[in-house]
C-alpha cells in the first residue's frame, strides 16, 4: 500500500510523462490554447491509460515476457514472446479506446460531448504507449526498488499518477498561454517557440522535485 | 516538371516543411534522445528508415484500406516495421538500443509518422511516398543532431564520446553547462532553432 503511494506520487511529480519524458508532447503543444479543452484531453488521457495500463500489464506478466506462459503447460514454459510487445500492446490500445468511445456514447452523451474529437486521438498518443513501455521496463525491476510495479495496486497507482500529471501540466500550460496572448513576443518566437520557452521554464521548476525522497 | 516536383517532395521537408519545428510533429522523441549525438544519430536513422518503409508499405496498400479501419491498418504496419528495426538494433548495435529504451517502441505512435501516413502516403504514389518518406525523415534527423550537438558540447564537453574541449579550459575555470543534460534545455534548445528558422523565413511567423 505504501509503495503505490508512493508510486503514485512520484509519477504526478517526479517522473511526469512531459516534464521528465516528453510523452504525449504532440497533443500536449497542440490542444493548451485554452483551459476547457486541455482538461477534457487531461481526463480523457487520465481516463484511457486507467484502463488499458493494467490490461497490458497483464498481458506483459501472464502472455508476453519470458516463461510468463507457464499456466497454459510445461511444453510453454520456457517460450519467450516478448518481441510480440509492440504489436499487441499497439493492438490492445487501438481497440480499448474504440471500445471506450462506444460504451461512453452509449452511457454518457455528456461526457463523450465534453471528450468528443480527443478520445480516438488517444490512441496515438504517446503518453498511452510510452506508459505501456515503462510498465514493461519496471516489471523486471527488483521488488524494492522505488519503481518497480510489483502488483495490480501499484499499476492503477503508477497509471493514475501519470495521467494525473499529465493533466496537470497540460492545464498549467493552457493557463500560462491563455494570459500570455496579451504580451508582446518576438515576431519569430510568436506561437510555437515562446510555447517551447514556456514548456522549458515549467519542466525546469519541475526539476526540484527530482530531489524530493519517498 | 516531374523532376521538379520529385525535389518538392524531398527537400521540402527539409526547410519550408519540416516535421519537427513547422508541422510539430514527432517532438517527444526529437527531445529525449538528444542528451548525445550517438543516439539522436541513430534514432534519426531508424526514423527515416521506417517512415520510408510504412509511407511505401500503406501506399501500395492504399486502394484497398477500407476507410473505416485504416487507422488500426496504419498502426498495425508500423508496429510491424518498428519491431523489424528494433531487433536489428538490439543485434547489432545493443548498447544504443539500450540508451534509446522505451524510445524506439514509441516510434509506432510518434506522430510523424501517422501524420505522413495520413497526409500523404494514402492518397500519392509509392515512389512519391518513399521521397516524401525520406524527406521528413531526414528533415527530423537534422533537427536532432543539431540539439544533440549543442547538448553534447556543451553539456559535457564530448562528440560522440570524445573530449573535444581541451583540459587546459578546465584548469583555467572552464566548467560543462550541466543544465544542458536536463530535459527542460532540449525545449529551449528547440525553441532557438524555431526563433532562427521563422527568423529566416518570415512567412511562417504566426500572427
Not at chain 1, 488517444?122 to 504517446?126: D, E, K, S, T
Given at each position: 500500500m505504501e509503495h503505490a503511494l508512493s508510486l503514485f506520487v512520484r509519477s504526478i511529480?517526479?517522473?511526469?510523462?512531459?516534464?521528465?519524458?516528453?510523452?504525449?508532447m504532440c497533443s500536449y503543444l497542440a490542444v493548451s490554447k485554452n483551459v476547457k479543452t486541455s482538461v477534457g484531453l487531461g481526463i480523457a488521457v487520465t481516463f484511457v491509460l486507467l484502463i488499458t495500463l493494467p490490461v497490458n500489464y497483464l498481458l506483459e506478466t501472464k502472455v508476453l515476457s519470458k516463461g510468463a506462459l507457464a499456466w497454459l503447460g510445461e511444453g510453454f514454459a520456457d517460450l519467450d514472446l516478448s518481441y510480440l510487445s509492440f504489436i499487441l500492446f499497439i493492438a490492445v490500445i487501438a481497440a480499448i479506446v474504440q471500445l471506450v468511445e462506444m460504451v461512453v456514447e452509449k452511457f454518457s452523451p455528456t461526457l463523450y460531448a465534453s471528450l468528443g474529437i480527443f478520445l480516438p486521438l488517444?490512441?496515438?498518443?504517446?503518453a498511452i504507449m510510452g506508459g505501456a513501455l515503462f510498465m514493461q521496463q519496471r516489471v523486471g525491476l527488483e521488488p524494492t526498488d522505488p519503481k518497480a510495479l510489483t502488483n495490480m495496486l501499484d499499476v492503477v497507482a503508477y497509471a493514475l499518477g501519470s495521467g494525473l500529471g499529465w493533466m496537470l501540466a497540460i492545464v498549467g500550460l493552457a493557463a500560462v498561454r491563455e494570459k500570455m496572448e496579451y504580451n508582446d513576443v518576438p515576431a519569430p518566437l510568436k506561437g510555437l517557440g515562446i510555447t517551447f520557452i514556456t514548456v522549458g521554464l515549467m519542466a525546469m521548476a519541475f526539476l526540484c522535485f527530482s530531489g524530493l525522497e519517498i | 516538371m516531374k523532376s521538379d516536383k520529385f525535389k518538392e517532395t524531398l527537400l521540402g521537408p527539409l526547410n519550408k516543411n519540416n516535421p519537427v519545428v513547422v508541422q510539430v510533429l514527432g517532438i517527444c522523441s526529437a527531445l529525449a534522445?538528444?542528451?548525445?549525438l550517438k543516439p539522436a544519430l541513430v534514432m534519426g536513422l531508424s526514423v527515416t528508415i521506417i517512415v520510408a518503409l510504412a509511407n511505401v508499405i500503406i501506399s501500395l496498400l492504399r486502394n484497398t484500406i477500407p476507410n473505416s479501419v485504416r487507422i488500426i491498418v496504419q498502426l498495425v504496419v508500423v508496429a510491424a516495421v518498428v519491431t523489424v528495426v528494433s531487433e536489428i538494433l538490439k543485434a547489432f548495435a545493443y548498447d544504443v538500443s539500450v540508451q534509446l529504451s522505451v524510445y524506439i517502441g514509441l516510434i509506432i505512435t510518434n506522430c510523424i509518422l501517422m501524420g505522413r501516413l495520413e497526409a500523404f502516403a494514402m492518397s500519392n504514389k509509392p515512389l512519391d511516398s518513399l521521397l516524401d518518406g525520406l524527406g521528413n525523415g531526414i528533415g527530423y534527423a537534422w533537427i536532432l543532431i543539431v540539439v544533440a550537438f549543442f547538448r553534447e558540447l556543451l553539456g559535457s564537453g564530448k562528440l560522440f564520446g570524445f573530449q573535444i574541449i581541451p583540459e587546459s579550459f578546465y584548469e583555467a575555470g572552464y566548467v560543462n553547462n550541466g543544465l544542458m543534460m536536463m530535459p527542460s534545455m532540449a525545449l529551449i534548445l528547440v525553441a532557438c532553432i524555431i526563433w532562427v528558422h521563422r527568423y529566416i523565413n518570415k512567412d511562417l511567423q504566426e500572427k
Open positions: 511529480f517526479v517522473d511526469n510523462m512531459i516534464f521528465a519524458f516528453f510523452l504525449g488517444i490512441a496515438v498518443n504517446c | 534522445v538528444t542528451v548525445q
